[in-house]
């Protein structure tokens, strides 16, 4: 149990297009999602915590703008990078945590690579 | 506000020996402590966490983790390593007043056959 799924695993783009990366609990229902990224041989960067319904909570120095964060339902978020550059090439990874499934520890996707050339 | 520290960026091992990844915390209160393991390209999967209980916690894959409250300590252990256990762990940290799991730096094992 307690499965996410992210989509795609891997994406190239142009810069200045938009890229939509779907963060999906399979088999339990997600209230809070979280959304970290991870640059080469470094750490996961908490990115933003969005709670089901509500608007997502961003880490101080992460431009809301930029990353679009949608938690429409208790299944699925989304990321949307608007106007893409080179330098938010990156490894994105979400979390969930689910009601009723709230045993500390978060479960995670296996993570989008975005690419921007 | 919580932090965790690894203090090893690499850590290598001949495969049979037992090998350690340490991992030191803070928080303001009780915390949850946590590992995860990351293979190349891949998302992070859950070894094991300490929430309360006994100190010495099991989990997957042959691993255990102590905490030490008076060190501040979670260090990762693990009797006898194999080759596949060659990857990046992370240790991590959650106050369980608060909603966030902050991440170390994250350690890569190398196991050497």
């Known amino acids: 149990g307690a499965v996410v799924s992210q989509h795609p695993s891997w994406v190239i783009c142009k810069s200045g297009t938009s890229v939509k990366i779907e963060c999906r609990s399979l088999d339990f229902q997600a209230t809070t999602m979280f959304w970290y990224r991870q640059f080469p041989k470094q750490s996961l960067m908490l990115m933003a915590t969005s709670n089901e319904g509500s608007k997502a909570t961003y880490e101080q120095g992460v431009e809301k703008d930029k990353f679009l964060i949608n938690h429409a339902s208790l299944t699925l978020s989304t990321l949307t990078v608007t106007s893409a550059h080179p330098e938010d090439s990156s490894f994105y990874i979400c979390s969930a945590r689910g009601r009723g499934l709230d045993t500390g520890e978060l479960f995670f996707g296996e993570g989008s690579r975005l690419t921007v050339l | 506000a919580q932090s965790v520290a690894q203090p090893e960026d690499q850590v290598n ?34 070894l094991l966490k300490y929430i309360t209980g006994d100190n010495l916690v099991k989990g ?54």
Request: net charge positive; with cysteine.
């Open chain 2, 60 to 113: 997957s894959y042959g691993f255990e983790a102590e905490f030490n409250k008076s060190q501040t300590s979670f260090h990762l252990k693990k009797p006898s390593a194999l080759v596949s256990d060659s990857a990046l762990y992370f240790c991590a940290v959650r106050d369980i007043r608060g909603d966030k799991i902050i991440f170390g730096k994250g350690t890569r094992l190398h196991i050497l056959p």
């Open chain 2, 13 to 46: 091992v001949a495969e049979g020996n037992p090998l350690t990844v340490k991992c030191t915390y803070s928080v303001s209160g009780n915390p949850y402590l946590f590992w995860y393991v990351q293979y190349p390209n891949r998302g992070l999967q859950f």
